[in-house]
């Protein structure tokens, strides 16, 4: 059986004004045999997406008693920062038949906030003077297309003088999305509408730039309504879409504004009034009126 004694002594130091403090000094002899456990690996190193399930299993590890009595405990120790584990998402779970410990996902992960971790852990012998050891799990996490490419507003409004030239430059929207890589590429499109708006404008995929596709008269129309899609660039990793991108919708609102095109017009070309010769200076003899269709 491992025998166990200890050594007390009390240190003292002295200046030359005669203070001084002391401190406790305890030396622990414990028997050769009693070694700490020994770990397979001192390191560990995981890849795992960003989306991987509670309770999924990541890693095995493992560490041996040498000497002594086989068994072994392991803890997973909680650090300062989220990249050490605080909050708490990962959790250690030993495995008795093989003396192994797996570690596992406790709360979700996300790529976006937190992309690296860096876990220690403990195991521990049985002994009289239990002796510990540490090894370090380092956990990487891969992004995967869970974010929408939202828009800054969800409408907008925008104005173009009527008569203006095909091409012109009415507005740009702007969507964003917190994926990295293909996930987070963003395209434009607008949607197709029964009222047929849509076929007067075009946008650019990449900038999200709105150009006219035609001239546009305000008398005879005086505002139009598009809905414009952000598209990122592969597949979601939201179980609803099925396969396709994730998306995001806005309206944007056209007016069409007035300018000075049109010549005052009377309601009749010519006019006929008959008046008394005798009738006097500032008679009235006829009120005429023109109409003018701009604003």
Same mark, same amino acid.
């Given at each position: ?44 190193? %995981? ?40 909050? %708490? ?13 797996? !570690?596992? %996902? ?41 974010? %929408? ?60 730039? !709105? ?73 009235? !003899? !006829? ?9």
């Amino acid at each position: 059986m491992s025998q166990t004694s200890r050594i007390s002594q009390q240190i003292i130091a002295t200046d030359g004004g005669n203070r001084s403090s002391s401190v406790d000094l305890m030396v622990i002899i414990t028997n050769v045999h009693n070694q700490a456990p020994q770990w397979d690996q001192a390191e560990y190193w %995981v890849t795992i997406p960003e989306n991987t399930v509670r309770d999924t299993k990541i890693v095995n590890v493992k560490a041996t008693s040498p000497l002594g009595d086989p068994r072994v405990t392991y803890n997973l120790e909680e650090g300062q920062v989220p990249e050490t584990n605080m909050p %708490v998402r990962f959790y250690i779970k030993p495995n008795r038949a093989d003396g192994s410990a797996s !570690i596992l %996902v406790a709360e979700p992960l996300d790529f976006e906030t937190t992309r690296f971790f860096t876990l220690r852990v403990r195991v521990q012998n049985v002994a009289a003077v239990p002796l510990a050891s540490f090894c370090t799990v380092y956990v990487n996490l891969t992004d995967v297309n869970d974010n %929408v490419p939202f828009f800054m507003s969800s409408t907008y409004e925008a104005m173009v003088p009527e008569g203006a030239e095909i091409g012109t430059s009415v507005a740009q929207v702007s969507a964003t999305d917190l994926d990295s890589g293909l996930h987070g590429k963003i395209n434009y499109i607008i949607l197709r509408d029964e009222s047929g708006d849509s076929q007067f404008f075009s946008i650019d995929s990449h900038t999200g730039v !709105i150009r006219t596709r035609a001239t546009f008269d305000r008398e005879q129309k005086g505002s139009y309504l598009i809905e414009v899609q952000s598209q990122d660039s592969s597949e979601s990793a939201r179980p609803s879409q099925l396969g396709q991108p994730n998306t995001d919708t806005a309206y944007v609102r056209i007016f069409i504004t007035d300018v000075n095109d049109n010549a005052p017009a009377f309601s009749q070309l010519m006019y006929e009034v008959s008046v008394e010769e005798d009738e006097e200076v500032g008679f009235i !003899i !006829i009120t005429v009126t023109a109409n003018d269709e701009d604003e």
